[in-house]
Nanobody, 114 residues
Framework: VQLQASGGGLVQAGESLKLSCAAS????????IAWHRQRPGQEREWVAR???????SYADSVKGRATISRNYAKMTVYLQMSSLRPEDTAVYYC?????????WGQGTLVTVSS
């Protein structure tokens, strides 16, 4: 499985951004998906996840401002972020996992200016 994240960039505080993560390879192995991020000088942290049945959960820091979704036909995972804040500045990574295997995308940088 290969994951390719994209969609990052420089935005103003209060704006929205949609990140994408395209999967290729043995995509049938992808069951659980998530987005993580690593803010400058901090450890990587979990942001959002979607379980195989479609249930979602979010970190408190983004709850109400983030939506994780999945397009099975395009084999792409999305993270829609709104009302972005400077503290959302980070490299965002997509992750997939199932039965002891996990895969990470290469990360896409989101910079939110105040």
């Amino acid at each position: 499985v290969q994951l390719q994240a994209s969609g990052g960039g420089l935005v103003q505080a209060g704006e929205s951004l949609k990140l994408s993560c395209a999967a290729s390879g043995s995509t049938s192995s992808i069951k659980y998906i998530a987005w993580h991020r690593q803010r400058p000088g901090q450890e990587r942290e979990w942001v959002a996840r979607m379980d195989p049945g479609g249930s979602t959960s979010y970190a408190d820091s983004v709850k109400g401002r983030a939506t994780i979704s999945r397009n099975y036909a395009k084999m792409t995972v999305y993270l829609q972020m709104s009302s972005l804040r400077p503290e959302d500045t980070a490299v965002y990574y997509c992750k997939a996992w199932y039965r002891g295997s996990e895969w990470w995308g290469q990360g896409t940088l989101v910079t939110v200016s105040s």
